[in-house]
Each structure stands twice: as C-alpha cells, then as structure tokens.
C-alpha cells in the first residue's frame, strides 16, 4: 500500500504510527481518512500560508521578503495586495496574478500571502 504525501507540506516520506499517518519533515500527523477526504476534495481549491481559503478578488499580505528578477529592491514583508486573480492551472507553482505598487503585474505562489 502505498501511503499520501503530507497534506502540509508534500513531502513523501510519510509513516504509519498506529492510526494516524505521520510526515517526519514537518510533524503534521493526519489519519487516513481525512486523506481520503482531501483527494475527493475539489483541486482547484487555492490556500495561502495558514490554510485559509483565497478567491478572485481578496486581498492578501506578503508574509516573507520576495527577490524580484531585474529589480534591486525586494517586496517586503506585509506588504498589502488587492484584487489577486486565482490562476488554479498554474504549473509553476505561481497560482495569484496580481498587481503590485511600485513593481506593476506579476504572479505570485498562495505560500508566500496570507488572506488580509
């Protein structure tokens, strides 16, 4: 039987720990039915850092400080965004689309906000 990967963090090295599944990397334990449940769950669900829903259309905060390609100054920390565009197809793992003042548009990863 081949077991999930955490729900946390993705890793692929969980275990079994009596009922509950375990993942060594980031210590979430979860039971296989609440696994079970999340993969019925719809995919296109986007959250940010803590775990709260996103939608077109929320304002998010930027929880870390973001090195932007061809640019000398990073996004900072708590720096507000509103209006963000959810893009659930993202293969790159940047699923907001988003405008930022002072940097224009770009798209960023749900695990970098938190819902403002």
Same mark, same amino acid.
Request: hydrophobic share 35%; with cysteine.
């Given at each position: 039987? =081949?077991?999930? &990967?955490?729900?946390?963090? /993705?890793? /692929?090295?969980?275990?079994?720990?009596?009922?509950?599944?375990?993942?060594?990397?980031?210590?979430?334990?979860?039971?296989?039915?609440?696994?079970?449940?999340?993969?019925?769950? /719809?995919?296109?669900?986007?959250?940010?850092?803590?775990? &709260?829903?996103?939608?077109?259309?929320?304002?998010?905060?930027?929880?870390?400080?973001?090195?932007?390609?061809?640019?000398?100054?990073?996004?900072?920390?708590?720096?507000?965004?509103?209006?963000?565009?959810?893009?659930?197809?993202?293969?790159?793992?940047?699923?907001? /689309?988003?405008?930022?003042?002072?940097?224009?548009?770009?798209?960023? *990863? =749900? =695990?970098?906000? *938190? *819902?403002?």
């Amino acid at each position: 039987m =081949s077991l999930p &990967n955490c729900p946390s963090c /993705d890793a /692929d090295y969980t275990y079994e720990d009596g009922a509950l599944l375990v993942c060594p990397m980031c210590a979430h334990e979860w039971t296989q039915a609440e696994s079970e449940a999340a993969a019925t769950e /719809d995919d296109a669900v986007i959250r940010d850092a803590v775990g &709260n829903e996103l939608q077109d259309g929320d304002a998010v905060t930027v929880i870390k400080d973001l090195k932007v390609k061809g640019s000398s100054t990073p996004i900072k920390v708590g720096t507000k965004v509103k209006s963000i565009r959810l893009l659930p197809d993202a293969t790159d793992g940047h699923d907001i /689309d988003c405008k930022i003042d002072g940097f224009g548009a770009m798209k960023l *990863k =749900s =695990s970098v906000v *938190k *819902k403002a």
